[in-house]
Structure formats: C-alpha cells, structure tokens
C-alpha cells in the first residue's frame, strides 16, 4: 500500500469526507486528489485503484472508532451503563459530523453497505467483518449484563446484540434522513426493551 | 409528467430494477433507456431530469408498497398477528429480490435515504413523508394492540412504532449486507421485545 506520508493521510482525510458527503460512487479520482491538495500521480503511488482507497478509508475508520468502541465498552462501569455511554457517543459523533459537514452523514459502514453491498465484493466482506466485531464487542457487555441478572433470563445474548446493532444502524438512518442527532437518543430505551430489562435502576 | 404510455412505464422500470441493483448516482440517462429499450429523446418527454425520474420511481414503489402494507395491516386478524404478517411479507419481498437479481436488494427508500439525503432536498423530502407513513400505519396496529392490553401498558406507540420502522430498517440492511432475507426473521422477537409483549400467544 505503500508509506504512510502526507500525501497518503491528506488523500485518505479528502476521501473519508467526501465519501461521507456524497457517497462512493460519485467520486472520481481526480476529485479526490483536488480536495486532497496532491497531484493526481501520487494517488497511484499509494493506492491501486479507488476501490482500494476505499477499503483503507473504511479500516482507517473502523480502527480509530473500534478505539472508541473498546474504551467504552470496556470501562469499570456497569455493563448496561456502558451501552448508554456507546449510544450517547455516537449521537455526538453524529452531532460533530452535521457541525463540521452541514448534515447528519450518517454511518459510513451502513451507507456503504447499502450503495455496494452488491457491486463489490470485497467492500462487502469488510463490511460483514466489521459489522460481525461490532456485534461480538456488545455481545460481550450484555452477557455481562446478562450474567449480573440485570436482563431477561432467557436472554439470547449475540442475537440480542445483533438486533442492538440493527437499531442503532435504523437509527442512524433517521438521524440522516431527518438531519437531527436527537434521533439516537431512542437507542436507550429501545435497548433496554431488546434485552428485557425490567429496572432500568439497576444500571 | 406526461402521459402514460409503454414507453413510460418501461423506462421506470428499468430505472428501478438498476437503481436497486447499483444505486442512483451510478446511473445515466442513457443506461436506463437502453435497458428500457427506449429512445434517449423519449425519455425528457416523460421525465424533467434523472432526479425527476427518481421521485417518480419512489412514488410508484410507494404506492405498491402502501397497497401491500395496508392490506396487510388492515386485515381481519389479531393486531400482533399483523405485524407478523407484514414482517414475513417483508422478507419474501427481499427473497423474490434475490432470487430476481442474484443479491438481496434491500429497501429502495433506505438505500435512497442514505445514498442521497444531504444531496437531494426533495428525495430527502418525500422519503421523509414515506417513512412517517410506514410509522404511522404500524403505530395504528401498535395502538390497537396496546388497547388490547396485548402490550406493555406504559407503552409510548408512537415511539415504539418509530422503533419498528428502524429496527426494519436495519435488518434489511443485514440483510442486504450478507446477501441473506433470512436475517429479518428476528423482526418479530425484537418487535415483541419493543413493544414489551409478555404473553405472545396473545396473539
């Protein structure tokens, strides 16, 4: 893929904000390069080709919000209040994002998903592995939660938190659609109803 | 919009069978008219622009889909029942599509609405009048239930029916992403969950 340089991280920051705004498909390279400040010959020096760029943008993505992800999720706090704390952040990373870009961009996994699920398949085997450590980071915390007994005892933990991953895609989609963060804000109690806990106190 | 004709009937669908499969930024007006085995100069005769088109592809699914989701919902049945019902129907949608097109589809206004909500003011619009009417026609079941006493009695129904549409929303993204209608089969546990149902044999 070639070294990490300047030209390298201002053309994977031009790309992660125009694929935010626009989308995958409308983008051309030389775009990119232009909204990059980079002469279109060094794009081909780090990338094989824009599908390429593509799938470093979304592992770029996935590792700094999988930081985001683990620091939360892995906090000394109880299990179910260390989910509210996840869906509070991602309202204000959705709130950050209308700031910085005009609206709501959304999830740049979903959106991806959704405009190449079936026209690339690497995109989407990516995507699949991402959405999959995203399920298993919150399966973890609800099988603690599951394990204290603050959930339904019958509880089926990974489909539980499949579903959770689920809303909170739907979620974000209204958030878009709508151009209002507050649109999370429903992940809380949905979430609560998903896994059957009767006292909210217990968190 | 001009009048109705084979020619016009043939180029929405064509536009929404590729608009499906590859999404609208990728399409060009003169893609779609050959796939429609249409003319190029027909095609401004019945449509303004390519977005023209676009609105005119997502009322017409609209108007199908609406068909289906209020003899569905109005029907003779147990309110919970309804639901059921329209979550299967849902994943046979998403089947036929598969088998149709080789990959699961998706919903067309969620794919819209993440590929073009802050491009496109008057998609964004209609699809938000479109999403208000699929949570209004499930809160009309969801009240229905909960006047019952089907539901969990403190139940905010226009929340939960909100929650619903996301929740659909999300799993037909999964999906979409794994290429499998089967994931919406978890629609009905967690629309059960969501609504705080105690006893399903109720319904």
Avoid at 12 to 28: M, N, P
Avoid at 45 to 67: G, M
Avoid at 149 to 166: C, E, P, Y
Wanted: glycine content about 8%; aromatic content about 6%; charged content about 25%.
């Amino acid at each position: 893929m070639g070294r990490t340089s300047d030209a390298r991280d201002k053309i994977l920051s031009a790309a992660q904000t125009l694929i935010e705004q626009r989308g995958y498909t409308a983008l051309g390279v030389a775009e990119i390069c232009a909204a990059a400040g980079v002469p279109k010959g060094s794009f081909y020096h780090f990338f094989e080709s824009k599908q390429a760029l593509a799938l470093t943008v979304i592992d770029e993505h996935w590792t700094e919000q999988r930081r985001q992800w683990t620091g939360l999720l892995g906090a000394d706090r109880p299990p179910l209040q260390r989910l509210r704390d996840l869906f509070e952040a991602t309202e204000t990373v959705q709130r950050i994002g209308q700031q910085d870009n005009g609206t709501v961009v959304g999830c740049l996994f979903g959106n991806l998903a959704l405009e190449l699920s079936n026209q690339a398949d690497d995109v989407r085997r990516r995507l699949q592995e991402i959405f999959d450590e995203q399920i298993k980071l919150i399966e973890k915390v609800v099988a603690e939660a599951h394990e204290r007994g603050d959930t339904a005892s019958t509880l089926d933990t990974h489909a539980a938190a499949q579903s959770i991953v689920a809303q909170l895609e739907g979620q974000v989609l209204f958030a878009k659609l709508l151009n209002d963060p507050g649109q999370v804000e429903a992940m809380w109690r949905n979430c609560l109803a998903l896994l059957g806990v009767v006292d909210p106190d217990l968190t």
